[in-house]
Protein backbone atom coordinates (compact mmCIF):
# COMPACT_ATOMS: atom_id res chain seq x y z
CA UNK A 1 0.00 0.00 0.00
CA UNK A 2 1.22 3.47 -0.42
CA UNK A 3 0.79 6.93 0.46
CA UNK A 4 0.73 8.22 -2.76
CA UNK A 5 -3.00 6.72 -2.47
CA UNK A 6 -4.47 9.18 -0.09
CA UNK A 7 -3.91 11.92 -3.31
CA UNK A 8 -7.07 10.04 -5.18
CA UNK A 9 -9.13 12.00 -2.57
CA UNK A 10 -7.06 15.87 -2.14
CA UNK A 11 -5.45 16.34 -5.37
CA UNK A 12 -8.23 18.40 -6.58
CA UNK A 13 -8.21 20.27 -3.37
CA UNK A 14 -4.16 20.85 -3.13
CA UNK A 15 -4.90 22.19 -7.22
CA UNK A 16 -8.04 24.42 -5.79
CA UNK A 17 -5.53 25.96 -3.34
CA UNK A 18 -2.72 26.47 -6.18
CA UNK A 19 -4.30 27.69 -8.87
CA UNK A 20 -7.64 29.67 -7.55
CA UNK A 21 -6.41 32.42 -5.39
CA UNK A 22 -7.04 34.87 -7.25
CA UNK A 23 -5.89 38.24 -4.79
CA UNK A 24 -5.72 41.67 -5.99
CA UNK A 25 -2.86 42.16 -3.55
CA UNK A 26 -1.36 38.96 -4.25
CA UNK A 27 1.59 37.54 -2.30
CA UNK A 28 3.91 34.87 -2.83
CA UNK A 29 2.85 32.19 -0.24
CA UNK A 30 3.92 28.28 -0.93
CA UNK A 31 1.66 25.51 -1.04
CA UNK A 32 2.56 22.55 1.40
CA UNK A 33 1.82 18.99 0.58
CA UNK A 34 2.69 16.57 2.86
CA UNK A 35 0.84 13.05 3.96
CA UNK A 36 2.91 11.63 6.80
CA UNK A 37 1.67 7.90 6.30
CA UNK A 38 2.93 5.62 9.14
CA UNK A 39 5.47 3.41 8.17
CA UNK A 40 5.46 4.37 4.76
CA UNK A 41 8.78 6.82 3.27
CA UNK A 42 8.49 10.73 3.92
CA UNK A 43 7.97 13.30 1.17
CA UNK A 44 6.83 16.97 1.32
CA UNK A 45 5.98 18.92 -1.79
CA UNK A 46 6.28 22.70 -2.48
CA UNK A 47 4.67 24.74 -5.39
CA UNK A 48 4.08 27.84 -5.99
CA UNK A 49 0.28 29.47 -6.75
CA UNK A 50 -0.85 30.27 -9.98
CA UNK A 51 -2.55 33.91 -9.28
CA UNK A 52 -5.04 34.94 -12.18
CA UNK A 53 -3.30 38.35 -12.32
CA UNK A 54 0.02 39.58 -14.77
CA UNK A 55 1.02 42.06 -12.01
CA UNK A 56 2.09 39.19 -9.31
CA UNK A 57 6.07 39.58 -8.20
CA UNK A 58 7.45 36.28 -7.18
CA UNK A 59 9.99 36.02 -4.37
CA UNK A 60 13.52 34.55 -5.22
CA UNK A 61 12.79 31.48 -3.36
CA UNK A 62 14.03 28.55 -5.42
CA UNK A 63 11.50 25.71 -5.05
CA UNK A 64 14.31 23.24 -4.89
CA UNK A 65 16.80 25.06 -2.70
CA UNK A 66 14.64 25.53 0.42
CA UNK A 67 15.62 24.47 4.12
CA UNK A 68 13.16 22.46 5.03
CA UNK A 69 13.45 20.69 8.74
CA UNK A 70 11.00 18.11 10.29
CA UNK A 71 10.98 17.68 13.86
CA UNK A 72 10.02 14.75 15.56
CA UNK A 73 10.25 14.86 19.43
CA UNK A 74 13.72 16.19 20.39
CA UNK A 75 14.95 15.25 17.15
CA UNK A 76 15.20 16.89 13.90
CA UNK A 77 15.74 15.86 10.06
CA UNK A 78 17.23 18.42 6.94
CA UNK A 79 14.87 17.21 4.03
CA UNK A 80 16.88 16.39 0.58
CA UNK A 81 14.99 18.26 -2.67
CA UNK A 82 14.88 15.61 -5.17
CA UNK A 83 13.77 18.33 -7.83
CA UNK A 84 10.02 19.67 -8.59
CA UNK A 85 9.89 20.74 -5.46
CA UNK A 86 9.81 17.91 -3.61
CA UNK A 87 11.51 16.72 -0.36
CA UNK A 88 12.47 13.56 1.30
CA UNK A 89 14.75 11.58 4.08
CA UNK A 90 14.95 8.05 4.29
CA UNK A 91 16.03 8.27 7.99
CA UNK A 92 12.62 9.57 9.11
CA UNK A 93 10.73 6.88 10.90
CA UNK A 94 6.96 7.75 10.96
CA UNK A 95 5.13 5.93 13.80
CA UNK A 96 1.63 6.17 15.04
CA UNK A 97 1.37 8.46 17.74
CA UNK A 98 4.34 10.88 17.02
CA UNK A 99 4.04 14.33 16.32
CA UNK A 100 6.18 15.49 13.47
CA UNK A 101 6.57 19.40 13.02
CA UNK A 102 7.57 21.00 9.45
CA UNK A 103 9.80 24.19 9.16
CA UNK A 104 11.21 26.29 6.66
CA UNK A 105 11.01 30.20 5.19
CA UNK A 106 9.61 31.10 2.26
CA UNK A 107 9.30 35.03 1.07
CA UNK A 108 10.94 35.86 4.65
CA UNK A 109 8.57 34.49 6.56
CA UNK A 110 8.73 31.46 8.26
CA UNK A 111 6.31 28.98 7.12
CA UNK A 112 5.26 26.14 10.24
CA UNK A 113 2.94 23.64 10.99
CA UNK A 114 2.54 20.03 12.72
CA UNK A 115 0.82 16.77 12.93
CA UNK A 116 0.23 14.41 14.73
CA UNK A 117 0.20 10.05 13.32
CA UNK A 118 -3.33 8.80 14.27
CA UNK A 119 -3.38 5.25 15.37
CA UNK A 120 -3.56 2.43 13.35
CA UNK A 121 -7.30 1.60 12.13
CA UNK A 122 -8.64 -1.47 14.70
CA UNK A 123 -10.10 -4.78 14.16
CA UNK A 124 -11.36 -3.93 10.29
CA UNK A 125 -12.98 -6.76 8.83
CA UNK A 126 -16.22 -6.96 5.83
CA UNK A 127 -19.35 -9.10 6.49
CA UNK A 128 -17.94 -11.23 3.56
CA UNK A 129 -14.20 -11.97 1.52
CA UNK A 130 -16.20 -13.49 -1.55
CA UNK A 131 -18.94 -11.47 -3.89
CA UNK A 132 -20.43 -13.31 -6.43
CA UNK A 133 -22.15 -10.87 -9.39
CA UNK A 134 -23.52 -11.32 -12.56
CA UNK A 135 -23.86 -8.84 -15.61
CA UNK A 136 -27.28 -7.81 -15.19
CA UNK A 137 -26.97 -4.48 -13.44
CA UNK A 138 -30.25 -4.50 -11.24
CA UNK A 139 -30.34 -8.34 -11.07
CA UNK A 140 -32.66 -9.44 -7.59
CA UNK A 141 -29.84 -12.37 -8.18
CA UNK A 142 -26.78 -10.12 -7.31
CA UNK A 143 -26.30 -9.41 -3.48
CA UNK A 144 -27.25 -5.92 -2.25
CA UNK A 145 -24.77 -5.00 -0.34
CA UNK A 146 -21.37 -5.43 1.44
CA UNK A 147 -20.67 -4.43 4.99
CA UNK A 148 -17.22 -2.75 6.35
CA UNK A 149 -16.91 -2.51 10.38
CA UNK A 150 -14.03 -0.97 12.17
CA UNK A 151 -13.68 0.43 16.10
CA UNK A 152 -13.98 3.75 16.52
CA UNK A 153 -14.54 4.59 20.26
CA UNK A 154 -13.76 8.14 20.20
CA UNK A 155 -15.33 9.18 16.75
CA UNK A 156 -12.05 9.45 15.26
CA UNK A 157 -12.66 10.51 10.94
CA UNK A 158 -12.08 7.39 8.92
CA UNK A 159 -12.10 6.97 5.22
CA UNK A 160 -12.34 3.51 2.71
CA UNK A 161 -10.53 3.48 -0.71
CA UNK A 162 -11.14 0.27 -2.72
CA UNK A 163 -8.83 -0.65 -5.55
CA UNK A 164 -9.15 -3.61 -8.22
CA UNK A 165 -5.56 -4.84 -8.61
CA UNK A 166 -5.70 -7.24 -11.74
CA UNK A 167 -3.58 -6.38 -14.33
CA UNK A 168 -6.02 -6.41 -17.08
CA UNK A 169 -9.46 -6.49 -14.86
CA UNK A 170 -12.94 -7.63 -16.75
CA UNK A 171 -15.63 -5.62 -16.65
CA UNK A 172 -18.85 -6.88 -14.92
CA UNK A 173 -21.47 -5.04 -17.05
CA UNK A 174 -21.47 -4.45 -20.91
CA UNK A 175 -20.87 -0.47 -21.13
CA UNK A 176 -19.06 1.03 -24.10
CA UNK A 177 -17.22 3.32 -21.71
CA UNK A 178 -16.09 0.80 -19.87
CA UNK A 179 -12.45 1.91 -20.40
CA UNK A 180 -13.24 4.99 -18.51
CA UNK A 181 -14.12 3.82 -15.48
CA UNK A 182 -11.69 4.10 -12.88
CA UNK A 183 -10.15 0.92 -11.26
CA UNK A 184 -10.40 3.12 -7.95
CA UNK A 185 -12.72 4.96 -6.16
CA UNK A 186 -13.19 6.15 -2.77
CA UNK A 187 -15.81 7.17 -0.55
CA UNK A 188 -16.36 10.12 1.98
CA UNK A 189 -14.87 10.60 5.62
CA UNK A 190 -17.01 9.67 8.53
CA UNK A 191 -16.46 9.15 12.05
CA UNK A 192 -18.77 5.69 11.53
CA UNK A 193 -17.20 2.45 12.51
CA UNK A 194 -19.10 0.90 9.75
CA UNK A 195 -20.10 1.15 6.09
CA UNK A 196 -22.28 -0.44 3.73
CA UNK A 197 -21.52 -0.23 0.20
CA UNK A 198 -23.92 -1.55 -2.76
CA UNK A 199 -22.25 -4.42 -4.71
CA UNK A 200 -23.00 -2.46 -7.75
CA UNK A 201 -20.66 -0.08 -6.83
CA UNK A 202 -17.73 -2.33 -8.44
CA UNK A 203 -17.46 -1.93 -11.97
CA UNK A 204 -14.45 -5.58 -12.35
CA UNK A 205 -14.55 -8.57 -11.25
CA UNK A 206 -11.08 -9.81 -9.90
CA UNK A 207 -9.63 -8.77 -6.54
CA UNK A 208 -9.96 -5.98 -4.38
CA UNK A 209 -7.50 -4.05 -1.96
CA UNK A 210 -9.59 -2.43 0.49
CA UNK A 211 -8.05 0.05 2.46
CA UNK A 212 -9.29 2.29 5.55
CA UNK A 213 -7.62 5.35 6.17
CA UNK A 214 -7.77 6.96 10.35
CA UNK A 215 -7.10 10.62 9.36
CA UNK A 216 -7.12 13.50 10.70
CA UNK A 217 -10.07 16.52 10.91
CA UNK A 218 -7.86 18.44 8.66
CA UNK A 219 -7.96 16.50 6.05
CA UNK A 220 -11.75 15.15 6.57
CA UNK A 221 -12.44 19.07 6.27
CA UNK A 222 -10.37 19.62 3.37
CA UNK A 223 -12.50 16.72 2.02
CA UNK A 224 -15.74 18.79 2.40
CA UNK A 225 -14.27 22.41 1.26
CA UNK A 226 -13.63 20.78 -1.88
CA UNK A 227 -17.18 20.23 -2.88
CA UNK A 228 -18.06 23.80 -2.12
CA UNK A 229 -16.49 26.92 -4.36
CA UNK A 230 -13.09 27.57 -5.14
CA UNK A 231 -13.66 30.57 -2.99
CA UNK A 232 -13.59 28.43 -0.20
CA UNK A 233 -10.82 26.48 -1.25
CA UNK A 234 -8.61 29.79 -1.19
CA UNK A 235 -8.77 29.87 2.79
CA UNK A 236 -8.43 26.02 3.54
CA UNK A 237 -9.03 24.46 7.31
CA UNK A 238 -5.51 23.74 7.51
CA UNK A 239 -2.91 25.27 10.22
CA UNK A 240 -0.26 25.94 8.15
CA UNK A 241 1.54 29.08 9.16
CA UNK A 242 2.33 31.96 5.98
CA UNK A 243 1.36 28.98 3.78
CA UNK A 244 -1.57 27.43 2.25
CA UNK A 245 -2.03 23.21 1.77
CA UNK A 246 -1.88 19.81 3.38
CA UNK A 247 0.30 18.43 6.32
CA UNK A 248 -1.28 15.81 8.02
CA UNK A 249 -0.61 12.16 9.61
CA UNK A 250 -2.81 9.42 8.39
CA UNK A 251 -2.25 5.34 9.17
CA UNK A 252 -4.29 2.57 7.38
CA UNK A 253 -5.02 -0.95 7.37
CA UNK A 254 -5.94 -3.15 4.62
CA UNK A 255 -7.97 -6.63 3.49
CA UNK A 256 -9.18 -8.29 0.37
CA UNK A 257 -12.36 -8.61 -1.54
CA UNK A 258 -12.51 -10.89 -4.39
CA UNK A 259 -15.49 -10.51 -6.79
CA UNK A 260 -16.27 -13.46 -9.25
CA UNK A 261 -18.89 -14.15 -11.78
CA UNK A 262 -22.30 -15.93 -10.62
Not at 104 to 122: D, R
Request: one cysteine or more; hydrophobic letters at 35%.
Amino acid sequence: MKAFQIIAITLLIISGCSKENYNPGFKDIPVVEGYLHASQPLEISISRQVPYTKEAVYSSDNLDSLNLRIFDGNLFYDLIPIGHGKYINPNINIREFNTFELEFYFNNLLVSTKTNVPEKPKNFFSSTSNIYLNDDLFSVNNPNEIEFYWDNYDESYYYLLIENIEPDPIPIYDNDNISNISQMFQLAPSQSDHYSMKTRRFSYYGNHRIILFHINPDLASLYEESKNTSQNITNPPTEIKHAFGIFTGINADTLNVNVMPQ
